[in-house]
């Protein structure tokens, strides 16, 4: 009897304390003030008793009880400090609202503010008349000490959990811009010898007048200007210029395919050598090629296993897109796929992260189209294209 009465009090009492402090959560981070976070909770919960008793003329009593919850769940508030999603929430208020829903039972706690419920009350003079009431006092007392070390403990452990998950991401972060910063520094240091090469061409030009030599040096420069327009890319994230769709796409493949066997297919539109896009060369590569890589993961162990590099025009916009016919992904999976150090392959969990980061670099967007053993096709936004092309997707 006693464990119905504890266990319909908890499903009762959940949904607004667990509103209350959803409330919070959501109205502190909106205005960015996280004393939100507690203030709401302790003002919305007493005012919900006032408002349930008064529109339904109920005896809901905001006793004891209500404030031991509402102190452990100010507690569960500051020691986990947002860190902790809806669901493991749930999970640790359900266990102090039915710990601390026992004390209603134990006896002499009724003259404290516990229990004043008409069925607790019946309960324990039941329990009183029968001589049960010690028994029952030393059942309830255990039991509301378990939940309730449970939950805190459940609490910092979650908390010690996610707090490694952001130093990993930290220092994942921080190993990609020493990374970075070194390559800039290698790349920059190759400006140097590229210019002196590109001086020594034109005396060979400007002494020797001979046809093929000529040819040759012309060749040679032109060459050095494109290096040198790649590694401008590479040092500056800003820097755009312009390149036809098809040259884009055999660079991918060149730099994807170089030295394996595997088999990118192609979708393109007609004439991709007219299409023009506005792009770092450079980096919307290395965001395509880890698109690719994740795709040919996708579809390791199927024999049907197939990637495409997609391309679409539609207005003034360009999609691209690699697809795989894979796996998939669930949706949930999907809304997790591009945060920082998420990685469904025990690996470092960055190349989605950086992907995004690419995109919005060129003031674009990313979609996913998914469905769990369908296959995958991320596609990537970008202003450019002709607007006598249409398409549907």
């Not at 006092?137 to 959990?161: H, P, R």
């Not at 679409?312 to 949930?332: C, H, P, R, T, W």
Request: neutral net charge.
């Amino acid at each position: 009897m006693a464990f119905s009465i504890v266990t319909l009090n908890t499903v009762r009492a959940l949904p607004f304390y667990l509103g209350a402090i959803l409330l919070g959560n959501g109205v502190g981070e909106r205005l960015q003030r996280n004393w939100l976070k507690l203030v709401i909770p302790i003002v919305a919960i007493p005012l919900t008793y006032v408002i349930i008793n008064l529109s339904v003329k109920s005896n809901y009593h905001f006793g004891a009880p209500a404030i031991l919850i509402l102190l452990c769940i100010i507690l569960i508030q500051l020691l986990e400090k947002g860190r902790l999603g809806l669901f493991m929430k749930s999970i640790i208020i359900v266990q102090i609202l039915f710990g601390v829903q026992w004390l209603d039972e134990v006896p002499f706690l009724t003259d404290y503010g516990f229990g004043h419920g008409r069925i607790s009350t019946t309960v324990k003079l039941w329990a009183v008349k029968t001589g049960f009431d010690q028994a029952l006092s030393l059942y309830a007392i255990v039991l509301c000490t378990i939940f309730l070390i449970n939950a805190f403990i459940l609490t910092g452990y979650l908390v010690k959990w996610r707090m490694i998950q952001e130093l990993h991401i930290v220092k994942l972060q921080d190993l990609e811009a020493r990374s970075d910063k070194e390559v800039l520094n290698l790349v920059h240091d190759l400006k140097t010898p590229l210019a002196s090469i590109e001086g020594i061409i034109s005396l060979i030009g400007l002494y020797n007048k001979d046809g093929k030599t000529e040819e040759y040096c012309r060749v040679i420069s032109v060459s050095i200007r494109s290096m040198s327009e790649m590694i401008s890319e590479i040092l500056y994230k800003s820097h755009k210029s312009c390149c036809s769709l098809k040259s884009l796409v055999d660079y991918i493949l060149s730099s994807r395919l170089s030295g394996t066997n595997k088999r990118v297919y192609l979708e393109l539109p007609d004439n991709p050598e007219e299409v023009k896009i506005l792009i770092n060369k450079i980096r919307m590569t290395r965001a395509i090629v880890n698109l690719l890589n994740n795709a040919f993961d996708a579809i390791e162990g199927y024999p049907e296993g197939k990637v495409t590099i997609k391309a679409k025009m539609y207005d003034n916009q360009i999609l691209l897109g690699v697809s795989d016919n894979g796996k998939g992904m669930a949706e949930k999976e999907q809304t997790k796929v591009w945060r920082a150090g998420y990685s469904t392959k025990g690996q470092s969990g960055i190349g989605l992260s950086f992907v995004q980061q690419v995109i919005e670099e060129h003031n674009g967007t990313v979609s996913i189209e998914s469905n769990i053993g369908q296959g995958t096709t991320v596609w990537l936004h970008l202003a450019g294209g002709n607007d006598d092309e249409d398409f549907s997707h």
